[in-house]
C-alpha cells in the first residue's frame, strides 16, 4: 500500500518516477513501486521497522497507525534559535494515516486446519489490501 501511495503522489512531482508493477504472491495482487533504488530501500527500513513492534511484543501490541507525511522544506532566518530545532521548516501539505490491526492466528490440533486457517486469512487480507489501493488510486 506504501509503495503505491508514494508513486500516485509521485506523479507531476519534480522529477519523472518511472513506476513498474510487481506481484504479491501471498496477497495475489500487483501493484506499484518506484524505480528508484535508494527511496525503495528508505521506504523498507521505515517498514521493518514499523513492523519490529509488533514481532517484539504482540500481545501487548496489537495495533499501531503508519503515518506518511508529504511536506515541503522552507528555510528559516538565522537565528540562534533556529540553529537548536534547525534551519529548515516541514510544512505538511498532505498525511495518511494507515491503521493496522494484528490478529494472531488460531491454532488447531489438526495441522489441516491451520492451514486452512492461514489460507483464509491471506484471502481476507488480500481482500482488505486491494480495498485500500483502490482509495489510494
Not at 39 to 46: A, K, N, S, V, W
Not at 74 to 97: P, Y
Not at 115 to 125: F, G, I, P, T, W
Amino acid at each position: 500500500v506504501l509503495h503505491s501511495l508514494i508513486v500516485v503522489r509521485s506523479i507531476g512531482g519534480h522529477r519523472p518516477v518511472e513506476p513498474r508493477a510487481v506481484y504479491s504472491e501471498v496477497l495475489d495482487l500487483t501493484y506499484m513501486r518506484t524505480d528508484e533504488s535508494e527511496f525503495e530501500q528508505e521506504l523498507e527500513g521505515r517498514i521493518r521497522q514499523f513492523s519490529e513492534l509488533f514481532e517484539r511484543d504482540l500481545a501487548n501490541i496489537g495495533r499501531a497507525q503508519f503515518m506518511c507525511s508529504f511536506y515541503t522544506t522552507k528555510s528559516r532566518k538565522q537565528s540562534i534559535w533556529n540553529m537548536l530545532v534547525g534551519t529548515d521548516e516541514k510544512n505538511v501539505f498532505e498525511q495518511w494515516r494507515l491503521p493496522v490491526i494484528i490478529q494472531p492466528m488460531r491454532r488447531h490440533a489438526n495441522p489441516a486446519d491451520n492451514l486452512k486457517e492461514e489460507a483464509n486469512a491471506q484471502a481476507v487480507a488480500s481482500q482488505q489490501v486491494q480495498q485500500v489501493l483502490l482509495f489510494v488510486v
